[in-house]
């Protein structure tokens, strides 16, 4: 199933989604501009390299322009195809607007990244001696998705089913759609481990445990940012 649109439109103009989306839109089309070589270095300075935080966290000086522990909130900015960046900003446009809503704009900015950077700790966790970038904005917004999943899990989601070459659109619950995503990603997590921990979308992997982990966090810190306060 493919997330359209949920039925609970948000009462303000979410702005940092928007933002957010825009900026990851810009750096894409800024990827999409550069050569092999120039974006092998690009990546190279603005996604994680695991082995190299793990280098950075051991003590180790690495001589470069952006230190490593940036590259926990850069990363989050950086897409390796067309689908990975559209898959991940359709559902930051679906879910985001309404926990922006709930947390207020600087808040969900702090919980977004807060989101990502615990995303990236745990794919740099299951990989620490992996040399190949771990990038995407994935993490992060797998924490929107949990929040979102116990705020609202009841709201009607419409999402595409493929069914061969029949195609047709279906209302349910946000709870459903977020769970069999999680559940998803658990599954295979457990399923490829080592497999998971050194592949990235680059090389046709997916950081499983960067969503497990983005989401469990979004779960417990929504919260704590007033998701559940009154109107």
């Known amino acids: 199933m493919f997330p359209l649109y949920d039925e609970n439109p948000s009462r303000i103009t979410p702005y940092i989604t928007y933002g957010l989306i825009g900026m990851n839109i810009v750096i894409f089309l800024r990827e999409f501009t550069l050569s092999d070589?120039?974006?092998?270095?690009f990546l190279h300075?603005?996604?994680?390299?695991?082995?190299e935080l793990t280098a950075t966290f051991a003590g180790h000086h690495l001589n470069t322009p952006v230190p490593e522990w940036a590259t926990l909130i850069t990363s989050q900015f950086l897409h390796g195809s067309w689908w990975h960046l559209i898959s991940n900003m359709v559902?930051?446009?679906i879910f985001g607007n309404n926990i922006e809503e709930r947390l207020s704009h600087f808040k969900y900015l702090i919980f977004y990244l807060s989101c990502g950077v615990f995303a990236c700790l745990c794919q740099w966790f299951v990989g620490m001696t992996s040399s190949i970038p771990s990038l995407g904005a994935?993490?992060?917004?797998a924490g929107v998705l949990g929040a979102y999943a116990i705020r609202y899990p009841q709201v009607r989601v419409v999402s595409l089913v493929f069914l061969g070459f029949f195609i047709t659109t279906i209302r349910v619950p946000a709870f459903i759609l977020i769970g069999l995503f999680i559940v998803q990603n658990v599954i295979s997590g457990l399923a490829s481990l080592q497999a998971a921990a050194n592949m990235t979308v680059q090389t046709g992997g997916v950081a499983y445990w960067a969503h497990v982990g983005g989401f469990v966090l979004g779960v417990i810190l929504a919260p704590v940012f007033g998701l559940f306060r009154d109107d």
């Open 138 to 141: 994935s993490g992060a917004i």
């Open 45 to 51: 300075l603005y996604a994680l390299i695991p082995r």
């Open 91 to 93: 559902f930051l446009w």
């Open 37 to 41: 070589a120039q974006l092998n270095q």
